[in-house]
C-alpha cells in the first residue's frame, strides 16, 4: 500500500527550481513545463536621455562600460544593487493607466520592452528605476502635444518590475530581439 501511495504523489510533485527558472510537473505521468515564477519589486521609475546633463561622465558609455543603448538600457539607484546587479533583466509590470498624473507610463509602455540594468543613478537616489529613452524618440500626451519620451515619462512611483533573467554583460545584446533570444522569452515580447 505504501508503495502505492508514494506512486500515486510523486504523479502530482513539483520539482523545486531556482527563481525564473522554468519547473516540470509531472501531470498523468509527463512531465510538462510549469509558467516560472519571478521575483517582483515595486519601485519608482523615472526616464533619461544619454545626453551630458543627465549623465556622469561620457553619456554614450554607461556605468558599466556598455554603450548607452536606449533600447534595452535601464539605470537603478545604489540601494538595489543587491536586488538589482548588473547585467538583470526586467519587465514592467504594471498598470499603464496610472491614478498618478506625473506617471505617463501609458504614453511610452510600447517603447520599454525588457531593459538591462547596466547604468547607475547618483547616490542620493533610492528605490528607484531610470529607463534610459532615445533623444530623438517623441511621443504625444494629453492635450495633442509632443514631447520627448523621458519627458513623457515622468514620475511613476510604485511600479511593479519583474526580474525575468540576467545576461552576461561583457557580451550585451543591443536590441529588444537580441535581448529576448539571451533570456529565452518568446518573440511575443519584441516591440
Known amino acids: 500500500m505504501t508503495g ?20 516540470l510537473v509531472s501531470v498523468n505521468k509527463q512531465e510538462v513545463p510549469e509558467e516560472p515564477t519571478y521575483e ?22 554607461t556605468a558599466i562600460g556598455a554603450l548607452s543603448d536606449p533600447d534595452i538600457i535601464a539605470a537603478r539607484s545604489p540601494d538595489l544593487a543587491e536586488k538589482l546587479p548588473y547585467g538583470t533583466v526586467i519587465e514592467i509590470v504594471a498598470d499603464t493607466n496610472p491614478t498618478d498624473p506625473r506617471c505617463g507610463l501609458s504614453a511610452v509602455h510600447d517603447l520599454i520592452g525588457y531593459r538591462v540594468i547596466a547604468d547607475a ?5 533610492r528605490n528607484k528605476i531610470d529607463i534610459l529613452f532615445p533623444t530623438d524618440k517623441d511621443v504625444t500626451v494629453g492635450g495633442g502635444r509632443t514631447v520627448n519620451a523621458a519627458v513623457a515619462l515622468g514620475m511613476c512611483k510604485d511600479i511593479t518590475i519583474r526580474i525575468v533573467g540576467h545576461v552576461d554583460i561583457s557580451h550585451m545584446p543591443k536590441t529588444q530581439a537580441q535581448l529576448v533570444k539571451a533570456i529565452g522569452k518568446d518573440a511575443l515580447a519584441v516591440r
Open 4 to 23: 502505492l501511495l508514494a506512486t500515486a504523489l510523486t504523479g502530482f510533485f513539483v520539482y523545486a527550481t531556482l527563481p525564473g527558472t522554468t519547473t
Open 40 to 61: 517582483t519589486l515595486q519601485v519608482a521609475m523615472t526616464a533619461y536621455n544619454a545626453v551630458e546633463e543627465q549623465t556622469d561622465g561620457d553619456p554614450h558609455i
Open 121 to 125: 543613478m547618483n547616490a542620493r537616489m
